[in-house]
């Protein structure tokens, strides 16, 4: 074994050991948690852009074991998991900085951060999955590994969203399971195959077989991927601290599952042989009609964390109906989304969690003027709320742009349709908020809170918010630049539709 | 100085009133509005054409100056330094407060980089910074009318945005690249109606051209606005500018469509005068009435135009100084009429100290005014009519929406939407 043999490992485990080591301390060793997580987040960040640097110059990283007779583990890097770890790490960084600060006071901070460390390790494992098999195994380990964060504040509240989202995740990965196993029954092999998959060999009478088989994977990662109808866990895992739906909504877990919907168009099925079957059409729509239906449902939330919730699920559904377009332009949008909407997020969720902390600030409702008292906090929230409406030139626009071009290049001008409806949607929910934080006066006293002296608010807690921004900011205005989201998207893209 | 060190101070001249715009920066410096200017003012002083493309940036995007554009950044520059001035010297507390000059820059920024823009994409992304910072401009001095102004601006501004953004899709779709030489020629050739219409309605709504012009007569209306009431004939003169770079003029016929928004044009002029004659007694509105005037002289040019492509190639190049001329006028006479605001309305006994001409004007004032009123009046009595009869079904839907709840009722507009989208497919 060699270095590029190792390194996806190593990446793996560069978060699984200090999440180990972290569930053995005690509670007050405060100073060396966060020394293991910092450092843990920092050597993956590193080792990330090793392999990144590596695999833009041509190189091969893959690590296989072998599991049982015939399954192997395999980990892999190329350009589609490039993207996803880079993501990951990048926010895992910036989400640990602020986890830290957010639970300063909060007891179970061990059990916490073991978990978190546990959640990154279970996502980086799903980016790298060489197969199947390693995927549904890190996809599993991922659902256990937010569970406990979850139910982290112990409420009753809490256990019931943990409960419903168990109920909906376990459901998932059953799905997941029968899938999986009934297309190995088919085919003997489960190895992503990146150009073109490795089912068009497959005679037609299996087909009716395929088309199932696709609806029950597409099923198992709608879960997680919150396609409707199966999003109901979303909004009651809200009642989790704002790291952990930062982390569910940008890093981890939604962005698992629609990383699930890419991985079995383009690496299982193809996307030449999913359009033949005509799974694609039903996806797209399927995808369509969450956009707009997370969309609507946002518009009715004064719940801000609830509001975020919906806007996700609508978000999210860019990269399915990116995928499920089946054109090389709107495929790039669709993976890029997979970056941009993950900035754009986490910078919200931040931005949420910062006024309920500071503030305690939980609804729309009480955040007249907060502007004023917060502007770092509400410039950042403002610019991830622009980009999540897609305006100029923050990272949403790019996604957006390349989903409408892809759109029309194979004909499916509905979509623009829907792309409008959605953006539409977006400022009729988002831009009320900004209003009433910037335009309205501020009220006389804020429902709870917290003094930072002339600071708005801890710096561990504002840092995080304004550096996503500005990378949102920053994904959009330097759309072209070497090494940003767009360019990854287009080797993405070219390496699925322009086969050499 | 070369011609890379001008493209420079082109970028320079977006970027600075940008950087301006953060509180913590300018909060530190003596005139920042003043200060954010002076890039721009070079780059009107800096001689010949130059641009500069970054190729890293969105879209490859490029800023660039050339003898016609110069024009109207010179009348822009001028605008900004009025409004500067005009806002340094007001009375009023607010427009002066540090989220005031946030949003006076970040406009500022904007319609700097709409003028120098040399594509599509960077004429786009730089008038929507524009019209959301005019927005927080309108609304930052907020009292009842501006409130309403601005909230009328923000949903034209979205609706606009959203149309011109599916005109900029089919346009990358059709074309390479996203440059005014190319794209209008090759949108003509493609004999997009679509594009027409999408990016002729997108602008529109960002000028008030009628029957979009609901913003600009609120703004108008509201008192103590001497900056915003400057800066309205910005977005409409942009707009305007929008809609002569981004439309195939010259190209090739549109005639139907031409032919339309030549009436559309004519529409907008006539109830401008007639709006004209029935509020001789406010000078301010009389200033929006005249901005919906000459924004209908503009279309009606704009659909003759496109009706008729030689024609155009003969007159266009008056188009750009009537813009010029349109906005300084229209800011001159704001300066004048803006702190006069207040002229009471005529009583009887200066209705008998008037000439006869004025009198009789002022009859057809009444006249116009009562009919008007009473057309209201008989259109609302058909309303309450129509309301009562959806009372009644609304009665016998009940029970049904008390079945389904809220999240039925929205899954049910969805697959509406949805079936509405997949037939218009």
Redesign the interface.
């Known amino acids: 074994m060699n270095w590029n043999t190792w390194l996806p490992v190593l990446v793996v485990i560069s978060s699984m050991l200090p999440g180990l080591i972290i569930f053995g301390l005690a509670e007050h060793r405060v100073r060396l948690r966060t020394i293991l997580n910092l450092f843990g987040a920092v050597v993956k960040l590193f080792l990330v852009g090793w392999m990144l640097w590596g695999v833009y110059h041509g190189q091969h990283f893959e690590t296989r074991l072998m599991l049982l007779p015939g399954l192997e583990l395999v980990l892999r890097a190329g350009p589609l998991s490039l993207m996803f770890i880079t993501l990951s790490s990048i926010l895992w960084l910036v989400t640990t900085i602020y986890a830290i600060a957010y639970l300063e006071d909060s007891p179970n901070r061990s059990r916490f951060f073991g978990f978190f460390s546990l959640c990154v390790t279970a996502t980086i494992g799903v980016a790298l999955a060489g197969n199947l098999i390693t995927f549904l195994l890190f996809y599993e380990l991922l659902t256990l590994a937010t569970y406990p964060l979850v139910v982290h504040r112990g409420t009753e509240e809490a256990r019931r969203a943990g409960q419903s989202y168990l109920r909906y995740t376990i459901f998932g990965g059953a799905l997941l399971l029968i899938g999986t196993v009934w297309l190995y029954s088919l085919t003997g092999t489960l190895e992503f195959a990146p150009q073109g998959g490795f089912l068009s060999e497959i005679g037609a009478e299996h087909h009716t077989s395929l088309i199932i088989i696709f609806a029950l994977l597409i099923a198992g990662f709608g879960v997680k991927a919150a396609l409707f109808p199966l999003h109901g866990w979303l909004p009651k895992a809200m009642v989790a601290p704002a790291p952990v739906s930062a982390l569910l909504h940008a890093v981890a877990v939604v962005k698992a599952g629609a990383f699930g919907i890419v991985r079995v168009v383009y690496d299982v099925f193809g996307v030449e042989f999913a359009t033949d079957l005509g799974v694609t059409g039903p996806l797209a ?1 399927l995808a ?2 969450t956009i ?2 997370g969309s ?2 946002a518009l ?1 939330q004064d719940d801000l964390k609830r509001r975020l919730a919906y806007s996700t699920i609508s978000q999210v559904s860019y990269i399915a109906l990116g995928v499920a377009i089946a054109g090389p332009i709107a495929a790039i949008g669709g993976i890029i989304h997979l970056v941009h909407q993950g900035l754009m997020k986490i910078t919200l969720f931040f931005c949420a969690g910062n006024l309920a902390e500071t503030l305690g600030i939980h609804k729309i409702s009480e955040m007249n003027g907060v502007g ?1 008292r917060m ?1 770092w906090t509400m410039a950042a929230f403002t610019i991830g709320a ?1 980009g999540m409406i ?4 923050i990272a949403g ?2 996604s ?2 390349y989903l ?2 892809g759109a ?2 194979v004909g ?3 979509v ?3 792309l ?2 959605s ?2 949607l977006n ?1 009729a929910y988002f ?1 009320p908020i900004l ?1 009433r934080a ?2 309205r006066d501020p009220p006389n006293n804020w429902p709870h809170e917290h003094d930072f002296g002339r600071k708005e608010t801890a710096w561990p807690l504002l840092f995080p918010p304004i550096v996503t921004a500005v990378l949102a900011l920053a994904a ?7 090494f ?1 989201p767009l360019e990854w998207g287009q080797i993405v893209a070219q390496r699925e539709f322009y086969k050499p | 100085m070369n011609v890379t060190t001008f493209g420079i101070m082109l970028w320079v001249a977006v970027i600075f009133p940008l950087l301006l715009a953060i509180p913590a920066l300018h909060s530190r410096l003596p005139w920042p509005r003043y200060i954010a200017i002076i890039p721009a003012i070079i780059v009107t002083l800096l001689p010949g054409e130059f641009f500069l493309a970054l190729p890293w940036i969105i879209f490859e995007s490029e800023l660039a100056i050339n003898g016609e554009m110069r024009w109207i950044l010179t009348m822009t520059v001028m605008i900004w330094l009025i409004a500067a001035t005009s806002t340094a010297f007001s009375k009023n507390d607010i427009s002066n407060d540090r989220t005031a000059t946030t949003f006076f820059l970040l406009t500022l920024a904007g319609n700097m980089g709409t003028v120098l823009a040399n594509d599509l994409v960077a004429f786009f992304c730089f008038s929507t910074l524009m019209g959301y910072g005019f927005y927080g401009m309108l609304i930052q001095n907020s009292n009842a009318e501006t409130h309403r102004a601005a909230r009328y601006y923000l949903w034209c501004l979205i609706a606009a945005d959203l149309l011109l953004f599916e005109a900029l899709l089919l346009a990358g779709f059709e074309n390479n690249g996203l440059h005014f030489e190319i794209v209008p020629t090759t949108m003509a050739e493609a004999s997009s109606s679509l594009y027409l219409w999408a990016v002729f309605i997108g602008f529109a709504l960002k000028a008030g051209i009628w029957p979009a012009h609901l913003w600009l007569c609120t703004a108008f209306k509201s008192p103590n606005l001497l900056p915003v009431l400057l800066l309205s004939g910005v977005p409409v003169a942009m707009a305007l500018l929008g809609a002569k770079r981004w439309l195939p003029f010259g190209e090739s016929a549109f005639f139907d469509s031409g032919i339309l928004i030549l009436m559309l044009g004519m529409v907008a002029m006539l109830y401008a005068l007639l709006k004209f004659a029935t509020h001789l007694s406010s000078k301010l509105m009389l200033l929006a009435w005249i901005t919906i005037l000459m924004t209908g002289l503009f279309v009606t040019a704009l659909g003759y135009g496109l009706a008729y492509p030689s024609e155009w190639v003969r007159y266009q190049h008056y188009l750009q100084p009537f813009i010029v001329i349109f906005v300084v006028c229209l800011t001159t006479a704001t300066l004048i009429f803006a702190r006069s605001h207040a002229v009471p309305q005529i009583s009887s006994l200066e209705l008998q100290s008037k000439s006869k001409l004025n009198l009789n004007i002022i009859k057809i004032q009444h006249w116009v005014n009562n009919k008007y009123l009473q057309l209201k009046l008989s259109s609302r009595t058909s309303w309450v009519k129509t309301a009562k009869r959806y009372q009644r079904i609304l009665f016998w839907q009940k029970p049904f929406e008390l079945t389904i709840g809220w999240s039925g009722r929205i899954t049910m507009l969805v697959v509406l939407g949805l079936s509405l989208a997949w037939l218009a497919s």
């Open positions: 729509w369509a009609f707009i239906y609507l449902r009715f004023k502007p622009f897609g305006a100029p030139p626009f790019v957006k742009w409408g071009t029309l290049e499916q001008g509905w623009l349709i829907v409008a409806g953006s539409l400022a831009l209003h910037w335009f959009g205005i330097l759309a072209s630049a070497p940003s």
